[in-house]
């Protein structure tokens, strides 16, 4: 996924606004977070689709709703902690709120994105073949965090995979 290493218009934009509401400076830093995190996320999924962005700013005529939902899926997939999902959403709410009050977008983005129990009802299984390298990586006594990244960068290509048209070649 791209990086996104400085805040764009819209994106400073969005944080003003949050310290504006009186945002303490701890959940403005999560906010941040949370919104490269989506943003680097979003970048990657519509350039999958062959449109070409570097920010934020420029993903927003492409945005939909069936992004924020996906987006959530990621999360899920990636055994994000149920907490941080729900925060990450909260974000992707307000920044949806912000986005119609400043009458960039007309429509909610994130209509009907629900939280997810902490009962990780919601969760989905691991593909086999992902399960078993999870355990030869283990075996190998490779880092906890090395194994949580590998293991995100597999599920973010699969996740891509699987959102690809079915093209045939003859």
Request: overall charge positive.
């Amino acid at each position: 996924m791209p990086k996104n290493t400085s805040l764009d218009k819209t994106s400073q934009e969005f944080i003003k606004y949050l310290e504006s509401a009186g945002i303490s400076t701890s959940s403005v830093k999560f906010y941040k977070s949370d919104l490269n995190h989506f943003t680097a996320w979003l970048l990657f999924r519509i350039r999958s689709l062959g449109i070409l962005a570097d920010e934020l700013t420029q993903a927003i005529p492409f945005l939909k709703s069936a992004f924020a939902h996906e987006y959530k899926k990621f999360l899920i997939e990636n055994k994000t902690p149920a907490k941080t999902i729900n925060r990450k959403l909260s974000t992707l709410r307000n920044l949806s709120r912000f986005l119609i009050i400043s009458q960039i977008i007309n429509f909610d983005f994130t209509e009907n994105l629900t939280n997810i129990t902490t009962a990780g009802e919601e969760r989905f299984q691991i593909h086999p073949l992902v399960e078993g390298f999870q355990k030869h990586l283990e075996a190998e006594k490779v880092s906890a965090s090395t194994i949580k990244n590998y293991l995100a960068d597999i599920r973010q290509f699969i996740f891509w995979v699987q959102n690809q048209p079915l093209t045939i070649n003859h």
